[in-house]
């Protein structure tokens, strides 16, 4: 019988369990305590069954997301179930073959069938091939905002016309006007059609930002943009003050979501990442102490083939206080997103 363990092993960097949670908010723990994109609580029973071809407890995790309207959590759990599918996909197979018409099932194969596509060598063709299972998808739920992700992905990758992506924009934010996966897929849309113009990115993140609730992942959108330019490498400088501020505004996030946990992982790796270009030492750890020890690949697979230990180097630089990355942060380690970034 497959345990949870099982699904948990090729997360962890060596043998040894991670620590309760209240001690790891005391502090980063050593390499061997580490876990490479964990899933979280409620993701990780949904894994462990797929794994023995059991598509229950994945349906029944993305029915309660949706009908909670659970939007980032349900956009998170889609991602991380198609990239399993990728491998294994006879759970997902036999799911869609007895409910042909569930609409978790849909967008579920519709994830799947985009990522399929990005890789290809012929991504714009591919992707094209694909589209009506976006469409069936989005018809499956007409309030869920993440088909509609989806398709903004699909039509970035797809390089569609500035005025056909407006009008998914415009049906996405009609949903849900501030869900995070939208935004950001708009944001790469934006960095890809006016490549090195970090400004209108920039003025997109922070508006966005601007009008979210405090608590919303969407007032993280600037530190992504922030990414975007200190990795790209083209165009014209930015202010320093203006990286600033969009670390400042997901550090002001960072405490009101939970300490150690998978959940926040990702935006807390990204936000060390930040910090550490800007040499920001004590304010990334912080960020280390909030993270425990969950690393994510993104956005260290932009900068590294080996996500786990470019982590664990940048790491060890902030706790050291090795502060010695000479020059403008945009000329620190790293180079150009890659394109495999998606």
């Given amino acids: 019988m497959v345990g949870t363990m099982a699904i948990q092993l090729p997360f962890i960097r060596a043998s040894r369990m991670t620590r309760t949670a209240s001690h790891l908010v005391n502090g980063p723990r050593a390499d061997d305590e580490v876990m490479l994109d964990a899933p979280d609580a409620r993701l990780s029973p949904a894994l462990v069954a797929a794994a023995r071809g059991d598509h229950g407890p994945a349906a029944g995790l993305l ?22 599918a990728r491998s ?24 799947l069938a985009v990522d399929r596509a990005w890789r290809s060598p012929a991504r714009a063709e591919a992707l094209r091939e694909v589209s009506p299972l976006i469409t069936a998808a989005a018809r499956g739920d007409h ?80 530190l992504r943009a922030a990414f975007g330019y200190l990795t790209d490498g083209c165009g014209p400088e930015l202010p320093r003050e203006r990286l600033d501020a969009a670390a400042d505004r997901a550090i002001a996030l960072s405490p009101r979501l939970p300490a150690a946990d998978p959940w926040p992982a990702p935006m807390r790796n990204l936000l060390v990442f930040v910090l550490a270009r800007l040499e920001r030492w004590p304010d990334a750890r912080e960020q280390l102490r909030l993270n425990g020890p969950y690393a994510t690949s993104f956005p260290w697979d932009q900068v590294s083939d080996d996500p786990l230990g470019h982590f664990l180097r940048v790491r060890d630089d902030i706790l050291s206080g090795a502060a010695g990355l000479p020059g403008h942060p945009r000329s620190e380690r790293g180079g150009r997103v890659r394109s495999r970034d998606h």
Avoid: K
């Fill in 63 to 84: 029915r309660a997301t949706r009908a909670a309207a659970e939007w980032e959590r349900r956009d998170r759990y889609v991602t991380r179930l198609a990239a399993f």
């Fill in 88 to 111: 294994r996909p006879d759970w997902l197979d036999a799911w869609l073959a007895t409910a042909p018409h569930d609409p978790d099932a849909l967008l579920l194969g519709a994830q």
């Fill in 143 to 222: 309030g869920d905002p993440v088909p509609w992700r989806l398709a903004l992905d699909h039509a970035r990758g797809a390089q569609a016309g500035h005025t056909y992506f407006e009008e998914l924009w415009a049906a996405a934010v009609r949903r849900a006007p501030h869900h995070y996966g939208c935004h950001e897929s708009a944001l790469r849309y934006l960095a890809a059609s006016w490549h090195g113009s970090h400004q209108e990115c920039f003025d997109f993140a922070d508006r966005a930002a601007q009008d979210a609730p405090a608590d919303a992942l969407v007032q993280a959108l600037p």
